[in-house]
């Protein structure tokens, strides 16, 4: 099945859910940032390490924490999903709706990395708000924009979806 700009209507409707579903996880950390800078303004950068709160400088920490996070437990969980739903037999490689199966373990890693993102994102502003350190914001900031290269377009699911089942195909070979 193509996946490109003659994709099957059924699957570019598929992709516009999942950039619904990014659009607003990001559009909802935006929006949180804005609420924030407006209550509190933009705070001054501490000049010494001795005026950082703990708590709060622990904030950019996770934000770093969760950057392998995001990218490994989401596929783990799409290689339980692949053993789960039998995508890794080779015989379902000529069935023309496995793309939708694929798609789905797509679309369950997308919103799993994004998710991770954004909470850890939150977590960075609302430390702000309360500690009132621009120490948090630089984290909330990263991640923001981590959910926003993860943007799916039919283009790069479809390069996703044609990469795994290849995969399939050539472990089959080799077996």
Same mark, same amino acid.
């Given at each position: 099945?193509?996946?490109?700009?003659?994709?099957?209507?059924?699957?570019?409707?598929?992709?516009?859910?999942?950039?619904?579903?990014?659009?607003?996880?990001?559009?909802?950390?935006?929006?949180?940032?804005?609420?924030?800078?407006?209550?509190?303004?933009?705070?001054?950068?501490?000049?010494?390490?001795?005026?950082?709160?703990?708590?709060?400088?622990?904030?950019?920490?996770?934000?770093?924490?969760?950057?392998?996070?995001?990218?490994?437990?989401?596929?783990?969980?799409?290689?339980?999903?692949?053993?789960? #739903?039998?995508?890794?037999?080779?015989?379902?490689?000529?069935?023309?709706?496995?793309?939708?199966?694929?798609?789905?373990?797509? #679309?369950?890693?997308?919103?799993?990395?994004?998710?991770?993102?954004?909470?850890?994102?939150?977590?960075?502003?609302?430390?702000?708000?309360?500690?009132? #350190?621009?120490?948090?914001?630089?984290?909330?900031?990263?991640?923001?924009?981590?959910?926003?290269?993860?943007?799916?377009?039919?283009?790069?699911?479809?390069?996703?979806?044609?990469?795994?089942?290849?995969?399939?195909?050539?472990?089959?070979?080799?077996?």
């Amino acid at each position: 099945m193509p996946f490109g700009n003659d994709a099957h209507p059924e699957f570019v409707a598929a992709v516009r859910t999942s950039q619904l579903i990014v659009g607003s996880l990001a559009l909802g950390v935006l929006l949180f940032a804005g609420v924030v800078l407006q209550m509190h303004g933009l705070m001054p950068w501490p000049k010494r390490w001795e005026d950082v709160d703990l708590t709060a400088a622990s904030a950019p920490l996770f934000a770093l924490l969760v950057l392998p996070v995001q990218a490994i437990v989401p596929r783990l969980t799409t290689a339980a999903g692949v053993r789960m #739903q039998g995508l890794d037999d080779p015989a379902r490689g000529d069935d023309p709706d496995a793309w939708r199966a694929w798609f789905g373990l797509y #679309q369950t890693q997308l919103i799993i990395g994004c998710a991770l993102c954004e909470g850890i994102a939150f977590m960075n502003l609302a430390f702000y708000m309360m500690f009132r #350190q621009s120490i948090c914001l630089p984290g909330a900031a990263l991640l923001w924009i981590v959910i926003l290269l993860k943007f799916p377009t039919p283009e790069k699911v479809g390069a996703w979806i044609e990469t795994r089942q290849r995969r399939v195909r050539d472990d089959a070979r080799f077996d």
